[in-house]
């Protein structure tokens, strides 16, 4: 196999779709290809090939930005630089371990 080793989508459904692209071309997750995607979704937990995934807390994320957006609101004099952004954890199962 030339090229590489992973694959990591936007979302669950696209890893999904990746997933259903990879077993039909006769390759093996994870032992020839790793996959990843970005959601958690439930999903992503009860296919063929459990599929490794980085949770987006977004009810979180929500609340950070109504918070931050009320603050840019109440003071538009201060320009404070916004907190770094916050990476949710990541849901380890099955489709890593390509490399």
Do not use: H, W
């Amino acid at each position: 196999m030339g090229g590489g080793t992973a694959v990591i989508a936007g979302n669950d459904f696209i890893a999904v779709g990746a997933m259903e692209a990879i077993i039909e071309n006769g390759l093996d997750i994870p032992e020839n290809l790793s996959l990843i995607g970005y959601d958690n979704l439930k999903i992503a937990s009860i296919l063929k090939v459990p599929l490794t995934t980085i949770d987006q807390p977004k009810l979180l994320f929500g609340r950070m930005s109504a918070e931050r957006l009320i603050e840019m609101i109440r003071y538009p004099e201060e320009r404070r630089r916004p907190e770094k952004n916050r990476r949710g954890p990541e849901t380890r199962r099955e489709g890593i371990g390509a490399g």
